[in-house]
């Protein structure tokens, strides 16, 4: 064992600045010795222990009686710690529930923790001392248990022996199977990349953390209340606790209704503008005024666009919205973005459509980009502007109106387990049913 006064302090230790440590020697344990160590962190991978605890104990041949024990508890000082008056009190004593309620006893006199110590959480970095102790008391017996007779662990009190470890997940991504049918220029509903995915990929796209500072910028932070709104006054878990044999791995179900109303409440935000510009090589540039947040509106907009002209959406492009080509525009928010740009992206793109016609019904069989030009040298318009409005209003003082537009509804139901001694849980399952109505892309079902 390392010399416990090896460390001095946090990150700090007896070794001299012009000094290396060149090994560490880790002997295997013999038959009689037993080692377990627990961590709890706020995550389980790569993160730095609330408490963290190493129990070494080595018995008397063929016996539960313990010769020699050390205990070494990190995240309750500013070094790692041992338990001195702990380990002299259970050496001799049995591997048994009474020399355990010793145990308790001497570990809260041996690793005592100020109320304002760094960290805080101090009854819950104490408890966990114990139920750190407590785990390796029920898995060393476990172990016991298979040479010595006087050892017994009841099936129940197994399920305190191991945490939880990481899941490794399954993802599946299930969208609809476009008809054969369906013209190859029509790209709504399919299941098409998002436009931005690229640039996000490879690094091009700016953030609001990779926008520079200006002077006499605001900062807020949340101030927390530290007491929920109810009180819970009493619960009686005598019937469940009769019900579960599973003593210190609990596990509990949350089912969660949503009816969501799309639309603004405040009537006049509800419209939006766009405008379509069409070059003479074929190329179509939209403008909008919704803002791209990742959740695939500009890809949408394209789709509605690629549907309406009846064109591929690679020969569409969007720009950056700017209220110098769309002005006045209602925030991308109450998750009516989709339905109030894409209506004028729309407008828009039928104006220039039933500008076209004559040229498509003149000449059936040509291309997008010959109709464009004839329309060009024949001094045609090829830019629109649409807009779009939902009438819904509704009137307070009469209790008359519509309040949105429409609803969405959905369930969610979350499966999740609890260990009872370190307060860790781990989600095992969680179903998302939603009814969304008429979706715009398979990859990207939001709706701001």
Not at 164 to 169: A, L, Q
Not at 310 to 325: C, F, L, Y
Request: proline letters at 5%; aromatic letters at 10%.
């Amino acid at each position: 064992m390392i010399y416990n006064k090896f460390f001095i302090g946090y990150r700090k230790s007896i070794l001299e600045p012009n000094e290396v440590l060149l090994s560490i020697n880790i002997p295997f344990t013999n038959p009689e010795q037993y080692f377990e160590a627990y961590k709890q962190a706020r995550r389980r991978e790569d993160d730095i222990a609330i408490v963290n605890a190493a129990v070494n104990v080595t018995f008397q041949p063929e016996s539960d009686i313990i010769s020699d024990i050390n205990l070494a508890f990190g995240g309750m000082s500013y070094k790692t710690v041992t338990a001195p008056k702990t380990e002299r009190q259970l050496r001799g004593l049995p591997w048994n529930e009474k020399s355990l309620e010793i145990a308790y006893r001497c570990l809260l006199e041996d690793l005592p923790l100020d109320p304002g110590a760094p960290g805080g959480m101090i009854p819950y970095r104490k408890s966990l001392t114990l139920s750190l102790f407590f785990k390796a008391f029920l898995a060393i017996s476990q172990k016991l248990q298979k040479f010595i007779p006087t050892v017994k662990l009841h099936p129940r009190d197994r399920s305190g022996i191991d945490g939880f470890h990481s899941i490794n997940f399954k993802s599946s991504q299930y969208f609809t199977v476009v008809p054969s049918t369906r013209k190859k220029t029509d790209s709504l509903q399919r299941p098409i990349v998002h436009m931005s995915a690229y640039k996000q990929a490879t690094g091009e796209a700016v953030y609001c953390d990779d926008i520079p500072h200006q002077e006499g910028e605001l900062h807020c932070a949340f101030v927390l209340s530290t007491k929920p709104h109810a009180n819970i006054l009493n619960i009686d878990q005598s019937e469940a606790l009769a019900m579960e044999e599973n003593r210190y791995k609990k596990r509990g179900l949350s089912i969660i209704p949503t009816k969501y109303g799309i639309a603004f409440t405040q009537s006049f935000m509800n419209q939006a503008g766009a405008l379509v510009l069409v070059y003479t090589d074929g190329s179509v540039l939209l403008s909008h005024g919704g803002i791209e947040m990742g959740q695939g509106l500009y890809t949408k907009m394209i789709q509605v666009a690629s549907r309406e002209l009846d064109i591929p959406v690679e020969k569409i492009h969007i720009s950056e919205t700017a209220t110098d080509k769309v002005p006045n525009t209602s925030p991308t928010a109450a998750s009516s973005g989709s339905d109030l740009n894409g209506m004028a992206v729309m407008e828009a793109c039928k104006i220039i459509k039933e500008r076209l016609r004559p040229y498509r019904e003149a000449n059936p069989k040509g291309t997008w980009e010959q109709w464009v030009k004839t329309a060009y040298f024949d001094k045609v318009c090829l830019s629109a502007i649409g807009f779009y409005k939902i009438n819904v209003g509704f009137d307070w003082n009469t209790k008359k109106g519509d309040l949105y537009n429409y609803f969405t509804y959905g369930v969610a139901c979350t499966e999740v387990e609890i260990d009872t001694l370190t307060g860790d849980h781990q989600v095992l399952k969680t179903d998302i049913v939603m009814d969304i109505g008429m979706y715009t892309n398979d990859l990207n079902i939001f709706w701001l």
